[in-house]
């Protein structure tokens, strides 16, 4: 994105690029049939338990004037309008801790004040709103979101760990309150009595860890050995929801021999108890708000106008990472101006404003390239095996694909360059004709396996469409009507699922990996360099990770440890961010320029790329862009994060590297295939010959250890 | 061993034998120095643990007549006669659960009896212990373990896949108990009041998921990547006994909270209080018993007799097994005869008696192996850097380092010849040096990495002595002195370790892993292939071995259903002896021959050896006998038993191949090491050049699939 300040160009340019794809949008989700639903229920379950958890805490903290009620309702809102006149349809909005953060301080603050108190907390927080909403208006119209960019991966990945950390302080305080007396219940009745508390506590500790292990487990049930196909797919893709009924199930099993309130589950007011939508006309109680408070409501509104800012546009590009290899464009500026009139909305009827929300919105994204996957896959499988019916040979066979693979691909004006995974579709086609004989003999299943050479062609495409997005929003909504049900669902449930939540976010965040590293044994680093690995790795030396590491946590730490302040706290978005101007004056200063770039690139310091054509050939070295299977996928898109990872690249000893040597510069989404494909390679164990055979570098292991990591690893075992 | 029934024959051979190494079995001990805790740690509490816990379990069935105390005082005197005066001392001596099954039916059958009763029980037992002796003299001295080798892998397995399901069976009974009254207990106690006992109930489900959980990723510590590698060996050494005294301090955290009965805790009589030696005085009640019951012990004693032939040969069997290319000779006759005067020992004192038992024995080995092999690593470790450090040639290096090896290997007359390690290494050596430059120039540690070289080098060997098994049995008496720190444990935990002990014996087993094989998707089975695998998976069809796996199980549930059959479940040692004749006579003519020596391979059936200048020709072709790393060497011990492991074998078509020609008929213990070698050089991802060279197989997974499980996997997936 080219940072440009023309007020409207921003939002027009966005505009302009979402209507050309509007019709697809829809026609594409409909396309997809009943595959659809993977993603969506996916992501419905992702998206509904932390709101309604959300809720749980919002009805303490605030004395029950805001419930799950309406943290549902406000998700399922926000959903619907983003998902049909939004901007980018992969984004997911819901409410989120910080706002559930920001809310907490608002009331603390309020309850407190003579002429405001609990009764005019509601229209005091849509006043709040209101001037939210101006600023989001101008942020979105001067073109703020152009400097998204300057908001690094530092700022993003630290963002990403905090929320980690805030789920996984949710779970623990949750776990811990089972064990005591809630503030707000009656201290007499029998399931509070010692013995009680003490196995409802015990209870929730088997049910909260029950759900963490087996829903980590089925969400890897891909890659499983046992079980025919379609159960693996099915527990993968519904695995976790199916836990949540699994584990909801189990707390049922000692129903007759406990007291009716073991284990505790959500309560909630059901939406048509009286007094459930008192909310609902707030607006007639701003005008009672004296107008000092009405003014002073503009300090908590920057606030939460800069998270907003921050966490809508972080989540949105962590929605449309480069490795996805997304056609439609991206819609920074329209999507802030539209949460705007959203945040205007939520506030006049009461209820607390939906954003952007992490981890939820790259899970989206991911789940809907597995969606892709699968049905470019059955695609070129049926094409495949019919071609090989007619006795097709190679050549052949290569062109009935090609052409299958071109007819999925809807033209679109604003795409990328479509034809890489035809040109290596063709390319190890060839490889594999010379290597197994003649090009133009009649293929059959023993030279060509099918599917196991289809997994390995297809690039990482994404189902980008709406209808998921909003499936899923009107499912939290139908939430809402569902509240008996829900609230079968024990509390202990939601703290598993919390720490399910935070621990499936840290895989591909660098941060999280370099402060693994940091507690790698040195005589294990090698291992490190043996799997897929970020540049910096092999770039950088071990002392400069290690001090840029301990910067970045211990920022981390002050971050967290703000929120924690009783009303000051409301100032943690600031700390974020400050980590622009911390990262381009002080970071720029304390750390040398390519190592800096390695361990956090950021374009405004980046040399312009090579031409394309240069880079393509250094690409090549680098082996076919492939897929493993469809177990690996998960992993690959985990992993790794805008930044390339290899096992051993050419650029061995370039700790003085340029980055404009390195691949990542690159725009063209073949880069991360490429680079991708010596990891799963690796992964594969795969020995194709041309990984051995061309590159500069060998792949033995135990010959060379060339980088940084392996030679301070060797020096300190030989002392 | 040869099959010879000429009286004493055998029992003199295993004297003869291990008379020779009997001085340098102390020695080695005790030159191994503090190394040896490890496995006598790891060994006493897999020894100590169960037989615990069989206490507890012969106090309920036995109304108190015979308690922890008991089994304990059994465990570690006979350990202690053993590990003194007995033939093998890898063995490893307990009271098991097949022993605590017959005292329970014995006492069922007494207790009701008028002239016997109770009081009379233990009497009793005495005579049976009598008659159980003179028999196993009678088959010690008859040679009968010369037909050890006709219990073939089919019955071993079936046995240890029973053990594994009887020691969790013993797991689930035990944590349903935590939620029930037990019986000779006061009901009246405020720990037993619903609400207590459902608290007690799921703080065992904690306490006991989180010992296995915790348990079994201690035992893989020393392939984590993260901490030290002096830390990651403790854990891995200690980290089960060390889970155990967690678990347990975990068990005092909620100790203000909760009534004194919860959790409950281990409840044995201290050695010292009144009437806990009633049983020493046995002797003269045996006089008392009737005439009639006498006699009829006999019927009794005769299942005993054949459980403990079985039990005592096979666990010693395992322990000694191909792979761990045992020096010292074993001494099947000689230990059977000692267990007979065990066993009137035990008679005699009212105390169960103890026999070799299974997983504990091949867990004792293992843990040597460890041990043997962080001995020698260190040793040539050190050779290597010296000489580096005196710029010595790869030549001169090999040299010093065969003398260092040459030095660990204590000359025996009964040892196996001890070159193979040395060759190998030569071999790497020359291999290395041709490949990275002139064998004549100075070594650097850049071109010979000392500490992983020299993991790959090493052969597997074993610390064989005395002094693990003596220590280990001291500390188990001591164990009876220590009653009241063992009442600490809470029962939670030992029904966690019960669990623990099934799954740590479940992997190597072929049963179990073809058990495995018939739930794995068939579009998956490929994996087996790509992996460390027996012969079987490529040799014979898919149906065949689901037919035999088939077979196999539904005998282990006939064997499972007679133990809970009340009385005549002392039968079932019966089913486990029959398993010989169906063997030979019954499964030889329902399979084909080929197939059935692959899947449960029996001497008798096999053909002469090949002249072994020929089979080692052929062995060589599986390049050269490597260690990966210290974590491989778990996993290469615990995966086979006795059988031959490989990824891509040259008998690639030969479901109609000769046993003759297959490694595993050679005797000399290099062939086991070499057959490992391409699984070893699979799991590092170790690419070696005459892995893909030189064989008329190509390592490459993608292109062939030879054999029968990859074509049906192939053609199950194309329809």
């Known amino acids: 994105m080219v940072e440009t300040f023309i007020p409207f160009r921003g939002i027009k340019n966005d505009l302009h690029g979402r209507v050309m794809c509007y019709k697809q949008d829809w026609t594409g989700g409909f396309k997809a049939g009943f595959g659809i639903f993977a993603p969506t229920?996916?992501?419905?379950?992702?998206?509904?338990?932390?709101?309604?958890?959300?809720?749980?805490?919002?009805?303490?903290?605030?004395?029950?004037?805001?419930?799950?009620?309406?943290?549902?309702?406000?998700?399922?809102?926000?959903?619907?309008?983003?998902?049909?006149?939004?901007?980018?349809?992969?984004?997911?909005?819901?409410?989120?801790?910080?706002?559930?953060?920001?809310?907490?301080?608002?009331?603390?603050?309020?309850?407190?004040?003579?002429?405001?108190?609990?009764?005019?907390?509601?229209?005091?927080?849509?006043?709040?709103?209101?001037?939210?909403?101006?600023?989001?208006?101008?942020?979105?119209?001067?073109g703020?979101?152009?400097?998204?960019?300057?908001?690094?991966?530092?700022?993003?990945?630290?963002?990403?760990?905090?929320?980690?950390?805030?789920?996984?302080?949710?779970?623990?305080?949750?776990?811990?309150?089972?064990?005591?007396?809630?503030?707000?219940?009656?201290?007499?009745?029998?399931?509070?009595?010692?013995?009680?508390r003490f196995a409802n506590g015990m209870f929730?500790?088997?049910?909260?860890?029950?759900?963490?292990?087996?829903?980590?487990?089925?969400?890897?049930?891909?890659?499983?050995?046992?079980?025919?196909?379609?159960?693996?797919?099915?527990?993968?893709?519904?695995?976790?929801?199916?836990?949540?009924?699994?584990?909801?199930?189990?707390?049922?099993?000692?129903?007759?021999?406990?007291?009716?309130?073991?284990?505790?589950?959500?309560?909630?007011?059901?939406?048509?108890?009286?007094?459930?939508?008192?909310?609902?006309?707030?607006?007639?109680?701003?005008?009672?708000?004296?107008?000092?408070?009405?003014?002073?409501?503009?300090?908590?509104?920057?606030?939460i106008a800069v998270l907003y800012y921050f966490d809508h546009s972080v989540a949105s590009q962590l929605a449309q990472q480069k490795e996805f290899n997304l056609r439609k464009p991206s819609s920074f500026h329209y999507d802030l101006l539209l949460l705007g009139f959203m945040v205007i909305l939520c506030g006049l009827i009461g209820i607390p404003p939906a954003n952007g929300v992490i981890p939820q919105s790259p899970m989206h994204t991911k789940s809907l390239a597995t969606l892709k996957h699968q049905l470019l896959r059955n695609r070129l499988v049926a094409t495949a095996r019919k071609s090989i019916g007619k006795n097709a040979s190679l050549g052949q066979l290569y062109g009935n694909m090609q052409e299958a693979y071109q007819q999925t691909q809807t033209p679109l004006i604003y795409q990328q360059p479509a034809t890489q995974g035809l040109k290596d579709l063709k390319e190890t086609t060839i490889q594999l004709a010379s290597s197994k004989g003649n090009i133009d003999a009649p293929v059959n299943e023993t030279i060509f396996d099918v599917e196991k050479e289809i997994d390995d062609l297809l690039p990482v495409e994404v189902k980008e469409q709406r209808l998921s997005n909003l499936l899923q929003s009107l499912i939290v909504g139908g939430c809402v009507a569902a509240m008996p049900f829900l609230k079968m669902i024990p509390t202990a449930v939601l703290w598993g699922y919390f720490a399910f939540m935070a621990i499936e976010s840290l895989p591909g965040n660098q941060f999280w990996e370099r402060i693994l590293l940091l507690f790698t044994a040195p005589s294990r680093r090698y291992k490190v360099l043996e799997e897929c690995h970020a540049t910096f790795v092999e770039t950088v030396p071990f002392k400069t990770i290690a001090l840029f590491t301990i910067f970045q946590t211990?920022?981390?730490?002050?971050?967290?440890?703000?929120?924690?302040?009783?009303?000051?706290?409301?100032?943690?978005?600031?700390?974020?961010?400050?980590?622009?101007?911390?990262?381009?004056?002080?970071?720029?200063?304390?750390?040398?320029?390519?190592?800096?770039?390695?361990?956090?690139?950021?374009?405004?310091?980046?040399?312009?790329?090579?031409?394309?054509?240069?880079?393509?050939?250094?690409?090549?070295?680098?082996?076919?862009?492939?897929?493993?299977?469809?177990?690996?996928?998960?992993?690959?898109i985990t992993r790794s994060r805008g930044e390339i990872k290899r096992i051993y690249s050419p650029k061995v000893t370039s700790s003085t590297a340029t980055p404009a040597k390195d691949p990542k510069s690159l725009q063209s989404p073949r880069i991360s295939e490429k680079a991708y494909s010596p990891c799963i390679s690796e992964l594969k164990g795969d020995k194709s010959p041309q990984l051995s055979g061309r590159g500069p570098y060998s792949p033995r292991t135990g010959e060379a250890r060339p980088s940084n990591l392996g030679q301070s690893a060797r020096s300190s075992t030989s002392t």
């Open 144 to 196: 703020a979101c152009s400097i998204i960019n300057r908001f690094t991966r530092l700022a993003g990945e630290l963002f990403g760990l905090l929320i980690a950390m805030l789920f996984m302080q949710e779970a623990i305080k949750g776990l811990l309150d089972e064990f005591r007396i809630p503030k707000r219940e009656n201290p007499k009745l029998t399931e509070f009595i010692p013995s009680w």
């Open 554 to 636: 211990a920022y981390l730490l002050i971050c967290f440890g703000i929120t924690w302040i009783p009303i000051a706290g409301v100032l943690f978005p600031l700390m974020i961010m400050l980590l622009v101007p911390v990262r381009q004056y002080i970071l720029a200063k304390l750390f040398k320029g390519p190592f800096l770039s390695d361990l956090d690139s950021a374009e405004y310091e980046e040399a312009p790329a090579l031409p394309l054509n240069l880079a393509t050939q250094e690409g090549e070295r680098v082996a076919r862009a492939s897929f493993a299977e469809e177990d690996l996928l998960d992993d690959i």
């Open 41 to 142: 229920m996916y992501i419905f379950f992702a998206s509904a338990i932390p709101v309604i958890s959300f809720g749980e805490q919002l009805e303490r903290n605030t004395d029950g004037i805001l419930t799950t009620v309406q943290t549902l309702a406000s998700t399922a809102l926000c959903g619907i309008i983003h998902s049909i006149i939004g901007g980018q349809p992969l984004l997911i909005l819901g409410v989120a801790e910080p706002t559930v953060l920001m809310y907490t301080f608002m009331f603390n603050f309020a309850k407190d004040r003579p002429d405001l108190g609990p009764k005019l907390f509601l229209g005091w927080t849509g006043w709040v709103c209101v001037w939210t909403a101006i600023l989001l208006f101008l942020l979105s119209i001067l």
């Open 204 to 303: 929730a500790l088997v049910l909260s860890f029950g759900l963490l292990l087996t829903a980590l487990r089925s969400r890897k049930a891909r890659s499983w050995r046992y079980g025919s196909g379609w159960l693996r797919g099915l527990i993968a893709d519904y695995g976790v929801p199916m836990m949540v009924l699994v584990w909801t199930a189990v707390s049922y099993i000692p129903a007759s021999n406990v007291p009716t309130g073991i284990p505790r589950r959500l309560s909630s007011p059901n939406p048509w108890s009286p007094g459930a939508y008192e909310n609902w006309t707030v607006i007639k109680d701003m005008l009672n708000v004296p107008i000092l408070y009405i003014i002073g409501a503009f300090i908590p509104a920057t606030m």
